[in-house]
């Protein structure tokens, strides 16, 4: 019993602490910001069967490549259906995993393997921080807890190996699955490196730096694939900024300026929010490179003294470079979840730190640890609760910062889903009169106004969202078919059905825009005696993925009708 407890009791309690203080995502729900789009509007991923294998082994929907991600929210599906709880207590189970990971993590760089509860502390930094909220409670971040998981598997099987002088076979193993799940892991080779050198001691030489890169030629393989890939599914899903729109300079900045973001957000984890899009400012990216650069001189001052801060310095640069908007995509500049993997090494420094006080000392820092946790644990309930629904999620996020126009916007989605159309009409307004070529806006607010009987309108404010270039291929076919039905509205038929068709023969179209799209293409054929066309609309339909079965029940009954018709 006393083996049990020393090899399992802390693991499992970190574990239990990490779940306790993020059971408020339990009873959240798919949002539309992503979640539904990803899996509830989403036929091809929900079974097992070779077509489903086929989609989830080569799509780029929204910008990513993670077939292991899919194959997980297929079982997700088979086993929960759409019980968002279900989903969301995968979620958490990952994340109780990942904590209890991090903890093996700190306690293999201790050397007294005795200072359990000192790994448990660290490694509770990690996994209660606020900063964890976002990957846990997002439904359509599964892909960073994977990816996380496989890894610190990969370190901890890495170091294992090293520790008895063997070749890290089943590190490999783990790295290769972390590459189906995410992209966020493609530095791990570099990093495992870094640990070659320091606290391994392995490189002491150009020599045995060059005989531990060649020993790692197959993770750096598979790095180099994942990034291939990773840049190949962000710019088919056409989210990436060309370089026409966001130039060199404006990444460097983000990148400078992103680096200080997550460190104060770590320290100081205050008005947190799902969607930060504002462009740092000149003097904030100014401010934000002369720390970083006075930081980086003391450090080369003090080299000698500093191997852990350098080690952990390097692992966090090289672990959340990905995300530094190098190659930027999409609207926000910077994201809580893309520390969710490069904020480890901090947790492993923590541990190394304490174990070095003495007695006294170490008490007294452990304990205002624990406090310092509790309290950030306190943070994390109340801000796992924001995300439960849509409604408070896009509240809170306009109350942080009002002038996010990407926050207005999706408040207003949320106030119109409630048929609030005057308040969401308010949040559009405030969002284009930030952006006043915002498309996503322009869209909502067309919506509105095609509900209000007011098509004109409604056609120009999507005559100037439709020409916009910074957008997925499925948004710009919402768009026409909106435009469709403003078309109808005015009984300008022959121009909506040409909107209808634009999206039917676009191949890069999902199949709920696809469905809809022939739908009101098939009623308008109907509506002008074409009813061999109509038949063939209505024919598409049944061979369309369709995730509620609504369309096809629809098309099998119009087809029904159709037969009653007398023939010549």
Known sequence: MKWISKRFLWPLLVAGLAALFFLPVLRGEFLHWDDYALYVENPYYTGLAFGNWRWMCTTFRYGHWQPLTWLTCALDFNFWKLNAS????????????????????????????????????????WAVHPLRVEAVSWLATRGYLLCTAFCLLTVLFYLRAIEQKRYPLAALLCFALATLTKGIGMMLPLVLLLLDWFPLRRIISMRTAFRCAIEKTPFFILSLVTGITAFLAKKADGGMAPVALYGPVERIGQAVYGVWFYLFKTVSPRNLSPLYEKHPELWQVLAALLFLTAAGIIIF????????????????????????????????????????????????????????????????????????????????????????????????????????????????????????????????????????????????????????????????????????????????????????????????????????????????????????????????????????????????????????????????????????????
């Open 86 to 125: 279900g989903w969301h207590l995968t979620n958490l189970g990952i994340h109780a995993i990942n904590a209890m990971l991090v903890y093996g993590l700190c306690l293999t760089f201790l050397k007294d393997k005795s200072r359990r509860c000192t790994a448990a502390l660290a490694a509770l930094f």
């Open 301 to 568: 001052l003090f080299r000698k003294r500093l191997f852990p801060i350098i080690g952990t310095a390097g692992a966090f640069l090289l672990l959340i470079f990905p995300m530094l908007g190098i190659t930027q995509s999409g609207s926000q500049m910077f994201a809580d979840r893309f520390t969710y993997l490069a904020a480890v090494p901090f947790s492993i420094f923590l541990a190394a730190g304490l174990v070095r006080l003495q007695k006294p000392m170490h008490r007294a820092v452990c304990g205002l640890l624990a406090v310092l946790l509790l309290l950030l644990g306190v943070q994390s309930v109340v801000y796992s609760n924001v995300w439960k629904t849509e409604l408070s999620l896009w509240s809170y996020a306009v109350t942080v910062d009002g002038s996010q126009s990407g926050a207005q916007n999706n408040l207003g989605i949320v106030l119109i889903g409630l048929n609030e159309y005057e308040k969401a009409l308010g949040c559009l307004d405030k969002a284009l009169a930030m952006r006043p070529e915002y498309a996503d806006a322009l869209n909502n607010r067309a919506l509105i106004k095609l509900n209000k009987g007011q098509y004109e309108e409604a056609i120009h404010d999507l005559n100037i969202a439709l020409p916009q270039g910074f957008m997925r291929a499925n948004d710009r076919a919402k768009m026409w078919v909106l435009r469709g039905l403003a078309l109808e509205g005015m009984s300008n038929n022959p121009a909506a059905i040409v909107d209808y068709s634009t999206v039917i023969e676009r191949p890069d179209v999902d199949s709920g825009c696809r469905l809809k799209a022939l739908q009101a293409r098939a009623r308008l054929r109907l509506a002008a005696d074409r009813v061999k066309d109509a038949e063939t609309d209505l024919k598409a339909m049944l061979v369309t993925p369709d995730s509620s079965g609504e369309f096809h029940r629809r098309a099998e009954a119009v087809l029904t009708e159709i037969k009653k018709i007398p023939r010549e």
